[in-house]
Each structure stands twice: as structure tokens, then as C-alpha cells.
């Protein structure tokens, strides 16, 4: 009950901030006609002079009259205390300080915020998967086709398990529309039927990434057709765009008081012939980080904007557990940058995993569901608890006979995290949960 009036009261405090014009470090709350103080005798222009003081920031008196006189006192007492710290927001009223600061600058509204609300869980899960492909022609979807459709092809305990996570990101990996033509010099070229945007939906993904070496196969009018048809199916998307500033932008999810951001990057195609399109100031395309100044401003931008980032970039070296050194160096430029976790694709093979600065790096997930051969997959699940520590779990696959199963005996599923933690830098100990920890000595 307590968590729902929680997302309740975010509502409330959004609509009355947008109707008030209230902008960040002003004070007061321009338009607001109610005197709080008066109304109920307890004194909240000392209370956010003392709250605002202790955070360094400027909180107006009708933020707190609307949070009310007893989650306003908890604060204080923290601030009379000296305990006083962003956790102690976060305790005390149920979001961060990231949200908090949405909510002064209305920024709750913006289409890539996504308000999530409670799960009424002490923690909540942000999964990511693989390269996925409903190309018609490709070896996948002729199987589909004749298993009776494409849902079944996945494991129902896959499906479940990824509508029941918090947020999900599927890998886009193709043109969506009828526009455009494919490249003729590139070997393998895929486009979608846009009614496929509900099947992501069906497996459960909440987000999708662009990024990838597949979305501009029909050229520039293909690329732009998908930007369209996903816009219209109120599909979030991230790693590419119209023009950089869109490419870069992040997506945001809030859940349980906590913001969440995605950015995404690509950097696939290596071998002389770049057929996908980068971003530039006027120039649709993917977000790039071939060489990754523009990334790392996207990274930093997106860092400034929510509590946990996450980093989901295309890249490697195809059907192979051998990094590149890009891969090592720019996952630690990330994470320097202002990334909390990285996650990579494009291989189509699980690759290894490390930690910097006690922050994870999964170089590769995976296929997801995308072609016909047998490979190791999985599921990689960033659960943040209360306190916004970050825990990687993987949840292990495997893509067979053109399908996904979810490996549920032990010794299937401890043969894959062994495999998992053999492979090159040797960086982590997975447990038997799926638990992600730096490799013990």
C-alpha cells in the first residue's frame, strides 16, 4: 500500500509542478496559490532550508507541504542527526535524488522517461538479450513457419521470465517496413513486416536497441522506415536515430524511486566495407564508437540524467570467444566515463566477463533467436536493490534446431557457466544462481 501511494504521489507532484511552472533552484513554486504553512502549522520553508542545504539542493517549501509533514520530518531528523546523505532521500521517501530533480523540471513527461512505478519487490530487474531475426526468408522463421509460429519457437519458462523482468531490451536486429532496398554488395540483408514489432512485445521487451550491423540493410529509406514504425507501435528505441543527438539520447526507466538509463553503440563492422550508416549532426544512422569520443559525450550526458547506467554496445569479433583489445579498452573508457555496467553483443556466441572499478563488463550474450546453429545464449539480468547496488545474473540458454530453451538441469547449466568463466579475461566466479562476482583468487 505504502509503495503504491508512492506512485501515486510522484503523479501528483509531476501534475502540480507542470501546472505550476516550478523550475529547479528558484525556491518557490511560481503559480502556487496555497499557503502549506499556514494550512497545517508546520514549517516548511525551515524544513527545505535545511534539507536543501544538506543536499546542495534547491528544494522549494511546496515540494515538501506536498510530500507531507511526516516524510518531511524523517529528513529532518537525518539532517539533525548529521546522517544525513542521498540515501537518506532515497529512505526516506521512496526515489532518488535523479528523480526528484525530474520532478522539479517536469521532466517526468519526456517521451524517453518511463515511469515504471513499484514492484512492490526489494529489488527489480533490468534483462538484456541477444540478436533476434523475423526476417521471413532466414532459416529461423522457416522453421517457425512450420512449428506453427514464431512464439513457438522460445521456451514458455523463457517468455515468462522476460515479461516478468522489470525492463527488457531485445536486440533489433533488421529493417522493419516495406521501404528501401537491400545493399547489393552485402551478403546477408534483413527486413520486417512492422506487425513483428508485437511479437517483441509478446516476448516481452520493453525496449529495443538499433545498434547493430542489420538495421540499415535497406539503405537510408529501410533505416528510416524502422525509426517510424517503431515510433508509431510506442516501442522505446536507443543506438540510433535521425540525426546524433537522437542516436546518443538515452532511454530512462524509473522503477522502485530508482532511474535507469540506456544508451547504445556500435562498432561491427571492421573488414573495409561500412554498410551501415553512422550518425552525424545531419545524418540519420546508428550511434557509433569506431572511435568513441561522440560515445562517451552520449555516456556522460546520459550519466548526468539517472542513478544506474547501462551500456549495450555491438561489437567483437563473429563466432569467436577471442577479444578484441577495442573491446577492453573502451569497456574501461565506458565505465570511466560514467557507465555502471556494460553489456556487448554481435558475436552470436557467449564470450567472457570481467569487473573495473567493481563495475561488470559481459563482452557477448549471444544469439537470442536468430539463426540455425547450436550455441550457447543466455539472459543477463542487472537486479538493483534498494540501495541501487547493482548484481549481474546470468540466466542460461541455448539457441538449437532454430529455438530457445531455457537450461534448467544443473549439471546443463553449471557446464555453461563453466564454459562461461574459462573464456578469455577469466574475470568473474558465477555462482550457482546465475550470480555474477569478479573471479575469485
Known amino acids: ?60 517549501a511546496a515540494f515538501f507541504a506536498q510530500m507531507g509533514q511526516e516524510q518531511t520530518e524523517k529528513l529532518m531528523l537525518e539532517v539533525k542527526s548529521g546522517n544525513y546523505t542521498e540515501k537518506s532521500w532515497l529512505k526516506c521517501t521512496g526515489f532518488s535524488y535523479k528523480v526528484m530533480l525530474d520532478i522539479l523540471n517536469g521532466r517526468l513527461s519526456a517521451p524517453n522517461i518511463h515511469n515504471f512505478g513499484h514492484n512492490g519487490k526489494p529489488s527489480f530487474g533490468v534483462s538484456f538479450v541477444g540478436d533476434i531475426n523475423f526476417d521471413p526468408d532466414f532459416n529461423n522463421m522457416v522453421h517457425a513457419s512450420n512449428k506453427g509460429g514464431i512464439m513457438n519457437c522460445f521456451d514458455p519458462k523463457v517468455v515468462e521470465y522476460l515479461n516478468a523482468t522489470d525492463v527488457c531490451l531485445i536486440n533489433n536486429e533488421y529493417s522493419i517496413g516495406t521501404s528501401g532496398s537491400p545493399i547489393a554488395a552485402k551478403t546477408w540483408t534483413f527486413q520486417v513486416s512492422p506487425d513483428k514489432i508485437d511479437i517483441l512485445k509478446q516476448l516481452g521487451a520493453d525496449i529495443v536497441t538499433l545498434a547493430n550491423n542489420h538495421v540499415f540493410d535497406y539503405g537510408e529509406a529501410g533505416f528510416l522506415s524502422t525509426l517510424d514504425e517503431l515510433d508509431k507501435a510506442g516501442m522505446p528505441r536507443v543506438g540510433a536515430g535521425r540525426n546524433i543527438a537522437e ?195
Request: hydrophobic residues 40%.
Open 247 to 441: 542516436a546518443g539520447q538515452g532511454q530512462f526507466f524509473i522503477v522502485n524511486g530508482c532511474k535507469v538509463g540506456i544508451v547504445a553503440a556500435s562498432r561491427a563492422e571492421k573488414r573495409g566495407d561500412m554498410f551501415t550508416q553512422i550518425a552525424e549532426k545531419n545524418k540519420p544512422g546508428v550511434m557509433g564508437t569506431y572511435e568513441s569520443t561522440e560515445f562517451l559525450k552520449a555516456i556522460r550526458a546520459a550519466k548526468e540524467q539517472c542513478d544506474v547506467l547501462i551500456v549495450n554496445v555491438h561489437w567483437g569479433t563473429e563466432m569467436t570467444t577471442v577479444l578484441e583489445d577495442a573491446q577492453k579498452t573502451m569497456a574501461r573508457e565506458y565505465i570511466d566515463a560514467g557507465a555502471d555496467v556494460i553489456i556487448g553483443g554481435h558475436p552470436h556466441c557467449l564470450q567472457g566477463m570481467d569487473f573495473y572499478k567493481n563495475k561488470p563488463i559481459i563482452y557477448s550474450i549471444g544469439n537470442f533467436w536468430f539463426n540455425s546453429r547450436t550455441v550457447d545464449s543466455c539472459i543477463i539480468t542487472v537486479e538493483i536493490d534498494a540501495d541501487m547496488n547493482v548484481t549481474p545474473k546470468i540466466v542460461p540458454l541455448v539457441q538449437r534446431n532454430c529455438e530457445s530453451h531455457m537450461l534448467t538441469e544443473y549439471d546443463e547449466r553449471r557446464a555453461l557457466f563453466d564454459r562461461v568463466e574459462s573464456y578469455e579475461p577469466q574475470g568473474v566466479t558465477i555462482y550457482d544462481d546465475g550470480t555474477i562476482r569478479p573471479a575469485e583468487d
Open 1 to 60: 500500500m505504502y509503495k503504491r501511494f508512492l506512485y501515486i504521489f510522484i503523479t501528483i507532484i509531476l501534475v502540480l509542478f507542470s501546472l505550476t511552472s516550478c523550475q529547479l533552484g528558484q525556491g518557490e513554486a511560481p503559480g502556487f496559490n496555497l499557503d502549506f504553512t499556514a494550512d497545517t502549522g508546520y514549517d516548511y520553508d525551515t524544513a527545505a532550508a535545511a534539507i536543501s542545504e544538506a543536499s546542495g539542493i534547491e528544494i522549494p
